[in-house]
């Protein structure tokens, strides 16, 4: 944790006292100001109590032994969860810990007074609004807002809002109301269109923008309640008027450099955006830019072999890209020695596909570039949507770009457009051709669907879930996202394959070798499969930050390694070895890739749609 003054200059830090905080060395997801203390909830649930002026660590319950173990099944660990929510009510304490059951602590010991289950069955808590006049509300990971009494753990409204994450539930003084995130959308809208709401502090809901294509994440009000502030993974800032009930939409603010995780406003009325790359833009109530912290940055968000080089690897990353090649003098401990580094000049590397003269990648938020061998650009050309992936037909001669506005086909040499497949019923989140050269295309609401030259449907699955990752094998797809990573046999209704189990969140990345297909997730998380059988193996839940990037090598004796890299800028070398029953994962090393500081001479000018 850190404190900032108002020019965004770092005035103290929790690690400045490095030995206090060596129990505390998880991300933290929950933060809570109370007073003289700060609460807080890390990733697999350990609670602590810190110094609000020095950041000196003062308490923590291991989440271990913070648990009511009669509830637990037998060898039952902690669960490694991103969970915000820390309420605080009539000197109490209320979190979820590690097992998913409610710690109630008192706020002036810090001793635990309860543990229970909380009252509507097992539950992930997302936030407490404790603000409302006569009654307290609980949102959750299954978008539900549950409203009654906290003390009593008593709430007998319960409202279905949403099919997943309710971030912020907020209690709007003006309008005597609340206003919620949407991540995932209902009924028609199920993973197609999301956003806000108001209800009543009844459970009445009143009105409902859905506006987003992705996950909203953030809401705050202005100090006076006159506008509120709303943001998310598309990476707009999002300003209601908040003069009247009806919602009403005053501006639209993009150019920020990655998605809106967080956002606060001070006294003043000032505006901190808080995105995904841990940089902090402030701006005025109107949305205009005043000033940007200088974070400094790194992310390893894809992995590609390098054509032509064997146990070389292209990684594509918040400032270009990077190659890293393995080293292995003496067998058995291998090295990953960072080469050329290719610096982009755009926003960051989301996705890069490599051809046999050079790469193709995508950037932050729409820009498709195609280079050649060296790192020149031959073509380039900005796209009308967000961009999410991309991929390279099996002749390299042409380009498939995944965005919110469809799926955009490109000459691989010339950069001429070829097609556009937007009917789609919302974002095309993945995209993959077949060996015939189809286009294959999967949307943000789980619908993959197989495109003719003509245009024309061929082939569609429905997935069930957001896709993150598309890959073709041969007469095999292989999709990682909201329900693990499935496989499906080309041209067949049914998945033939999948992997889930002890997944704790959303699978974003996989690769396959020697029969054991390892998964990395956004719960921290390195999983091997067993391919054939679909059986887990082993499971590595310590990795340095979130995982995006993984790919697979061999070393100087054919052994195989698991390379991961993710945010921070990491590059986690594992040693795989399915005859070591005991570890078949085995970290061996860590490189980290030199970090980009955010730092902008000049501030943009804001971009803003007005309605």
């Known amino acids: 944790m850190h404190w900032l003054d108002a020019e965004l200059n770092v005035i103290r830090s929790s690690c400045d006292s490095a030995v206090a905080q060596a129990m505390a060395a998880h991300p933290i997801y929950a933060l809570q100001i109370v007073g003289d203390w700060i609460i807080t909830r890390d990733k697999i649930g350990n609670i602590s109590r810190w110094d609000a002026d020095s950041l000196r660590l003062l308490d923590r319950l291991d989440a271990k032994a913070t648990a009511d173990r009669s509830l637990l099944m037998e060898g039952e660990q902690p669960s490694l969860t991103m969970l915000r929510g820390i309420g605080v009510w009539q000197g109490k304490i209320y979190v979820d810990n590690g097992y998913y059951q409610l710690v109630i602590l008192d706020l002036e010991t810090f001793t635990v007074e309860r543990i229970v289950l909380w009252p509507h069955g097992y539950d992930m808590l997302e936030w407490f609004c404790t603000d409302a006049p006569g009654v307290q509300a609980v949102a959750d990971r299954n978008g539900r807002v549950q409203i009654g009494d906290l003390e009593a753990l008593s709430f007998p409204t319960v409202v279905k809002i949403d099919s997943s994450n309710v971030h912020r539930l907020v209690y709007d003084r003006r309008h005597n109301r609340y206003w919620a995130t949407l991540d995932g959308g209902l009924d028609q809208n199920l993973l197609i269109a999301n956003g806000v709401l108001t209800m009543s502090l009844n459970g009445t809901v009143q ?14 009000f202005s100090p006076d309640f006159d506008k509120a502030y709303v943001g998310g993974f598309d990476g707009e800032l999002m300003i209601f008027d908040n003069a009247e009930p009806t919602l009403k939409l005053f501006d639209r603010i993009g150019g920020f450099s990655h998605q809106l995780i967080d956002i606060t406003v001070d006294p003043a009325g000032l505006v901190y955006v808080l995105t995904q790359d841990g940089d902090i833009t402030v701006c005025t109530a109107e949305g205009k830019f005043v000033r940007r912290l200088g974070f400094e940055r790194q992310c390893v968000w894809e992995i590609q072999p390098l054509p032509g080089e064997d146990n070389a690897l292209i990684a594509s990353t918040d400032d270009g890209s990077c190659v890293v090649r393995l080293a292995e003098t003496v067998p058995g401990h291998p090295a990953l020695i960072p080469g050329e580094h290719y610096t982009s000049g755009l926003g960051f590397t989301r996705r890069l596909v490599v051809a046999d003269d050079g790469w193709a990648g995508v950037f932050w938020p729409r820009t498709v570039r195609r280079s050649s061998g060296d790192g020149s650009t031959l073509w380039e050309h900005e796209l009308p949507g967000i961009v999410h992936t991309l991929a390279i037909s099996p002749d390299h001669d042409r380009v498939l770009v995944a965005s919110n506005a469809g799926a955009f086909e490109f000459d691989a040499r010339t950069g001429e457009q070829l097609a556009v497949l937007d009917h789609l019923p919302t974002s095309a989140w993945v995209c993959g051709y077949l060996p015939d050269g189809r286009r294959l295309v999967g ?73 054991t297909l390892c998964v990395v997730t956004y719960g921290f998380q390195l999983a091997a499969y067993d391919y054939g059988t679909g059986q887990i193996l082993a499971l590595n839940e310590d990795l340095p930050d979130f995982a995006k990037g993984i790919a697979a090598l061999r070393g100087s004796n054919g052994q195989p390694y698991i390379v991961v890299g993710g945010r921070g800028g990491y590059l986690r070398l594992f040693r795989l070895d399915r005859g070591d029953t005991d570890r078949i994962l085995t970290p061996l090393r860590d490189l980290w890739l030199p970090g980009v500081t955010s730092r902008y001479p000049s501030l943009p000018e804001t971009e803003s749609a007005s309605q």
Request: aromatic share 8%; no cysteine; glycine share 6%.
């Open 207 to 220: 009105d409902r923008m859905l506006y987003a294509r992705n996950d909203v994440e953030a809401l705050a």
């Open 443 to 515: 949307a943000r609401n789980g619908r993959m669907v197989a495109f003719h030259t003509d245009g024309t449907e061929s082939w569609t699955v429905d997935l069930e879930h957001y896709p993150k990752r598309l890959f073709v094998e041969e007469d095999l797809v292989r999709v990682t996202g909201g329900v693990g990573v499935k496989e499906y046999r080309i041209d067949a209704d049914k998945e033939e394959r999948q992997f889930v189990e002890l997944l704790d969140n959303t699978a974003e990345n996989a690769v396959l070798i020697d029969g």
